[in-house]
Antibody, heavy 116, light 107 residues
């Protein structure tokens, strides 16, 4: 069974930085686009960013463009999200998701809380 | 950015009844539309992709239809495990966008 495990979440002050990681297993990681999706407490789903199979193309949602960077290391079967200039409205559970179009497998998420 | 609008916001249904959920896109997304189910405390799960293709393990009572700007998710004969929030998502344009969700709750 596909396994996606996020890590790196936690409490960070406004203006701070955080890097999320996602360890993937039980599938051929380098053959899939990957995506980050977030969900603020009690709210709906928000698409954050995705990255092409070899990392050559990356796309971002408007609310994170210029502040977040998605990357991957296919030698480590890992996906990352570098988050800078964090704001209160970045507080959310961040999901690592397989796919760049339909999203067919989701991790359990990691909570990021931006607060002073 | 493509706006996805789901209706109704809440749907009250009795077990065994049929649920019909709608999703409208602000521009045509062809058939590049997925439906997801999310239960409390859990990650979302893909139910339908390409507007009408069931994902692995999704029961036949769940079906999707539509193309262009109008889409429908039908759940015939609701079971207890179907009470959840459902989201649609377009993947024709970047950025990808989700609807705000429809909560299916017990009547």
């Amino acid at each position: 069974e596909v396994h996606l495990v996020e890590s790196g979440g936690g409490l960070v002050q406004p203006g701070g930085s955080l890097t999320l990681s996602c360890a993937a297993s039980e599938f051929t990681f380098f053959t899939y686009w990957m995506t980050w999706v977030r969900q603020a407490p009690g709210k709906g789903l928000e698409w954050v960013a995705n990255i092409e199979k070899d990392g050559s193309d990356r796309y971002y949602g408007d609310s994170v463009k210029g502040r977040f960077t998605i990357s991957r290391d296919n030698t480590k079967n890992s996906l990352y999200l570098q988050m800078n200039s964090l704001r209160g409205d970045d507080t959310a559970v961040y999901y690592c998701v397989r796919g760049g179009f339909s999203l067919d497998w989701w991790g359990q998420g990691t909570l990021v809380t931006v607060s002073s | 950015e493509i706006l996805m609008t789901q209706s109704p916001a809440t749907l009250c249904v009795s077990p065994g009844e049929r649920a019909t959920l709608s999703c409208r896109a602000s521009q045509s997304v062809n058939n590049h539309l997925g439906w997801y189910q999310q239960k409390p405390g859990q990650a979302p799960r893909l139910l339908i992709y390409d507007a009408s293709t069931r994902s692995t393990g999704v029961p036949a009572r769940v079906s999707g239809s539509g193309s262009g700007t109008e889409f429908t998710l039908n759940i015939s004969s609701l079971q207890s495990e179907d009470f959840a929030i459902y989201y649609c998502q377009q993947y024709y344009y970047l950025p990808r966008t989700f609807g705000q969700g429809t909560k299916v709750e017990l009547k």
